[in-house]
Every structure is written in structure tokens, then in C-alpha cells.
DNA sequence: ATCACTTTTTGCCAAATGACAAATTATTTT
DNA sequence: AAAATAATTTGTCATTTGGCAAAAAGTGAT
């Protein structure tokens, strides 16, 4: 918990009062690995902070193909935005693929947080915005360079994930083929 | 300038007074093709909207090469953000590649206006957040797809654009070389 | 219409990647 | 330890893309 309230102080300010009030709407929620945070189709309906463990964004495409969107590792916000927010069916799967701690909050709850602590929703929209930042200097990253460059800056980005996930995870969000990556990766080492 | 005020009624509500004022502080900034908005290594001093042009962001990378990071078309707001907000040098080039007609704040009065205007900061940080989320729809779909799926969505979303750019920049900002994508013209067409 | 210049298309070959299947290696279960 | 399962690597070949240079097409100025 300590890490979710050092995370919320790094963008605005809060009292000790306030932190007690988010403190006590939280829950601790434990993922085995494959477990869904999120799914697909269904409306999500918490708002998450990821203290251990591994998420993955993933949504099967036109052909089937299970493409993995990007991962959300220690120390970071999870949640399926746009459906949280819009209480829509979401289009893509949160999956946990290790073992996960997370720290929750029923979407009742967090309304209830944000309406009631001034500053909150603020703190949220900075949180939002810099993770949105980041996916962009990310995905840009992917764009125009050939695997192996791909697969030098993912290493980059992640350094602490790439041996803990699985190969065709890895090569889904690079946006090549498993086979490819383990090319190489031959060559690399 | 009623495009300008439109848009930003669209993220939130504005008085007549509060409108004057925005007006008030307006410029027209014309610009010629080819002319830069706001250049790398300098601090971006504008904020801008567009009413008529195209305007492209780009930078040089490591091998020297010219790299279109996306474009910007009519209406829509235009800003070296991270430049512009932390006054600190930019990394990129925002050119006009079309003749275009700007409407523009400097910094000074822009912030000026941001004092002033309660909840136009908040109008800002949905337009800002809007932004981002379009650019990471967009560069998801660069991402995993070959030379002719790419250029098939770039047209979804640019569609009028295609043909008012040079075929290199759309190269550039796919991430593929000009000849490719004159061969994936052809394939298609 | 001609010339100069820019943009786009082609041709050629090398390199990278995809598709599919089989083999190998790791991991888990019994 | 052996068997079963999953993950990764490798082989083979087709396709796509890159790199480079030349040709063709388009644009603008005189």
C-alpha cells in the first residue's frame, strides 16, 4: 500500500486524512498467472495499482491472432480505461501472466474517492496522462525500425521483464513472429 | 476563428465574455509550405490551431534520416507540447506542408488566458488527452502490420490527405522506404 | 515549348521476415 | 525418473522489404 500512496504523492498533494480514506476503500487483490484482470466484452470495474507481478493488454484481431497491446509491470496504475470510465464493454483482455498483487477499487468506491477528495481527480488525469505518454514514445519505437532494433529498445524499456515473460508475448507486441524473434535473438547473443 | 471557439466548446463551456477574451488575444499566423512552425533545438513559443493546411511533425534519427512522426490537419490544436510547457528545447521539427493558416497565442497571453479562464485549463487537458489517445490508436495500427495494411489504414485516417502530401513523408511516417510504398500503390490500385 | 528541378516509379539484387512443420529444449505432473 | 505438456529453436521456402541507381512522370519558371 505504501507504494500506491508514494505513486499518487508523486503528482500532487495529499493529506493524511486523505490517504486514510483511500487507504481504507482499498483491497488487495492476488492474480495467478493467466488470470484476467479484465476481459474482453465485459464492462471493467476496477481501478487497480499493480504492487507484484505482470499484466498484459492483449485483443485477438481480424484473423484470430492474439496480438499483445503492451504490459504494465510493478508500480503502476492498471485499469481498462476507456471502459472503466464509459462503463462499456471493453475489446481487450488484462491478463495477468505472473503471479500479481494487486491493489484494487470497486468503481463505486473510486467515485466515491475522487468526488470526495479534492485533488484527487487532478492527480488521476496526471497519472493518465504520462502513461499515455509513455505508449506513444513506446509504440513510436516500433514503428519504422526493423526486429532487431524492436527488440533492443523492448529490452530497453523493459529491462526487468523480458525473462519473465513468455517469447510469443513478446513477439506479439513487437509485431513479429515468434519464430523471427528467436532469430534474433541468436544473433544478438 | 468560430472553428477555434467551436472546438473548444466541444470539451467544456465557455461564456461570451470568456470567449471575447480568447478572441481578444488571437493572431493569424500564415504560413508558406515548406515553413516551420516550430524547429528543433529552439523552445516552442506558440500555441496553435489549425483552419487550413497540414502540418507534419518530424526529426532526423540516428543515421541522419528524416522521420515523419505523424501529421496535423485542419482543426486540430497544434503545439510542441513538452517544449512549449517546460520551456526546454524541442527534439522536433513541426512544418507546414501545405500552405496553412494558424490560429495562434504566444506563450505569454496563453498563459494569461489559462489564469484567467477558469476551467480552460481543464478544456486543455481533454483536448491534450484526446490527442494522445488518437496517436496511440494510430500508431497501434503501425505497429504488426505490413507495408499495405499500414498504408490502407493511413488512408482511413487521413483520408484527405493522401494526396496532398509527397509520398515520401507518408513513407517515412509508415515506416517504410518510398519505393515499397510506390510498389504498394501500384498492388493496390 | 523548353529547360531545370522535384517527385514517383522501376529494375535489380540482397537481406529480412513470414508461414508452416519438425525438432529440440524446458517445465510440470505423476 | 519418466511421461506429458509447453516453450523455444531450427529448417525450408515463399514473400516482403530495403538499398541503390536509373528511368519516367510531374511541376514550375522562363
Known amino acids: 500500500m505504501k507504494e500506491f500512496v508514494e505513486y499518487l504523492l508523486q503528482f500532487g498533494n495529499l493529506n493524511q ?9 482499498s483491497k488487495e487483490l492476488k492474480l495467478k498467472n493467466n488470470e484476467y484482470f479484465s476481459e474482453a466484452g465485459k464492462v471493467a470495474k476496477q481501478f487497480g495499482f499493480i504492487t507484484e507481478g505482470i499484466i498484459r493488454v492483449c485483443y485477438y484481431n481480424d484473423k484470430g491472432e492474439e496480438m499483445t497491446k503492451y504490459f504494465i509491470d510493478e508500480n503502476n496504475i492498471v485499469v481498462d480505461l476507456n471502459s472503466f470510465d464509459n462503463s462499456i464493454p471493453s475489446s481487450a483482455y488484462l491478463q495477468a501472466i505472473s503471479d500479481c ?4 477499487f470497486s468503481k463505486k468506491d473510486w467515485e466515491e474517492l475522487l468526488n470526495t477528495i479534492i485533488g484527487l481527480d487532478n492527480i488521476v488525469r496526471k497519472i493518465i496522462s504520462k502513461a499515455l505518454l509513455r505508449k506513444v514514445v513506446r509504440l513510436s ?8 532494433t524492436r527488440y533492443l529498445s523492448f529490452m530497453e524499456q523493459y529491462p526487468n521483464l523480458v525473462n519473465r515473460i513468455p517469447l510469443s508475448y513478446v513477439a506479439s507486441y513487437l509485431g513479429i513472429t515468434q ?9 544478438i547473443c
Do not use: E, P
Not at 17 to 25: H, S
Not at 101 to 104: D, M, Q, R, S
Not at 141 to 148: E, P
Not at 179 to 187: A, D, E, Q, T
Open 17 to 25: 486524512q486523505q490517504i486514510d480514506l483511500i487507504l481504507k476503500k
Open 101 to 104: 498483487k494487486i491493489i484494487v
Open 141 to 148: 519505437a516500433l514503428v519504422s525500425d526493423d526486429g532487431t
Open 179 to 187: 519464430s523471427s524473434l528467436s532469430r534474433i535473438r541468436k544473433n
